[in-house]
């Protein structure tokens, strides 16, 4: 299990990406496409070097949207690090402060830390399964909303877009559309929203820090078919995922038909 060790590392690693974005301006900064049309930028580059030199030691894994993964050498590895460089580059592109650094931490297929940092907002998430989640150094944990009635749920920007989620706006919640996933997660994490969920596939390494945090903090986290998510899997690709408040679970499972 975590320790306060790997906490430091974590602030360590964003510490280092932080450094690492100063070149760069978000909003002002040239991109290219990738296999899928995800934009990649040279801030994306720079990130993930700085956190495989912050984390990267013997013994561990290593996943990254930004490296070619070496699916056998990983899961030879109880120990993984899963990362986002910028999770939610769009927005990075376009200057909406919704996009940050994600680092997760996998043991034995479980994300049990995380650290998001989202240097646009000035929020630093950082926290570990039985050691509880700090947001910018400050103790947090999820909501204590008891049930999904007025509820903040954070929703896909690209799936409210495509008409998604318009079935979820006839329902008595609030709903803010929002980019990066590891943000959401982050939000959720720290109370500051109820819940968030996807409705299309994402990868571990936008999950994993999200999701620990999340558990860390006393709320749930749910794969699309109502189980606990596993990380570490040989393909990293998840059909989906619902995070909440814990008062608020049951009526997120019951409304998506978990």
Same mark, same amino acid.
């Given at each position: 299990m975590p320790d306060s060790s790997t906490i430091a590392q974590i602030d360590h690693a964003l510490d280092l990406a932080l450094e690492a974005l100063e070149p760069f301006t978000a909003g002002d900064i040239e991109s290219t496409l990738k296999e899928g049309d995800d934009p990649l930028t040279e801030a994306d580059l720079a990130v993930n070097a700085a956190l495989r030199e912050a984390l990267m030691e013997p013994g561990y894994g290593w996943l990254s949207e930004e490296t070619?993964? +070496? %699916?056998?050498?990983?899961?030879?590895? !109880?120990? @993984?690090?899963?990362?986002?460089?910028?999770?939610? *580059?769009? &927005?990075?592109?376009?200057?909406?402060?919704?996009?940050?650094? +994600? %680092?997760?931490?996998?043991?034995?297929? !479980?994300? @049990?830390?995380?650290?998001?940092?989202?240097?646009? *907002?000035? &929020?630093?998430?950082?926290?570990?399964?039985?050691?509880?989640?700090?947001?910018n150094r400050t103790s947090v944990s999820v909501s204590q909303a008891a049930d999904l009635r007025g509820a903040l749920v954070l929703a896909?920007?690209?799936?409210?877009?495509?008409?998604?989620?318009?079935?979820?706006?006839?329902?008595?919640?609030?709903?803010?559309?929002?980019?990066?996933?590891?943000?959401?997660?982050?939000?959720?994490?720290?109370?500051?929203?109820?819940?968030?969920?996807?409705?299309?596939?994402?990868?571990?390494?936008?999950?994993?820090?999200?999701?620990?945090?999340?558990?860390?903090?006393?709320?749930?986290?749910?794969?699309?078919?109502?189980?606990?998510?596993e990380f570490n899997r040989a393909d990293p690709k998840m059909r989906g995922f619902v995070a909440a408040a814990p008062g608020v679970a049951e009526d997120v499972r019951s409304l998506l038909g978990l």
């Open positions: 070619a993964d +070496s %699916v056998d050498e990983r899961r030879r590895h !109880r120990r @993984v690090w899963v990362v986002d460089p910028i999770d939610g *580059t769009r &927005e990075f592109v376009a200057g909406i402060p919704e996009w940050c650094v +994600s %680092v997760g931490f996998v043991e034995d297929g !479980r994300a @049990v830390a995380g650290g998001i940092l989202n240097p646009a *907002t000035g &929020e630093r998430i950082v926290g570990a399964v039985g050691m509880g989640v700090t947001l896909s920007r690209s799936e409210v877009k495509r008409g998604e989620w318009d079935r979820f706006f006839r329902e008595p919640i609030s709903i803010r559309n929002m980019g990066s996933v590891a943000y959401k997660l982050g939000l959720v994490a720290a109370g500051l929203a109820d819940a968030t969920w996807t409705l299309v596939p994402k990868h571990e390494w936008d999950v994993a820090a999200g999701a620990a945090l999340v558990l860390a903090a006393g709320g749930v986290v749910l794969g699309w078919d109502g189980k606990p998510p």
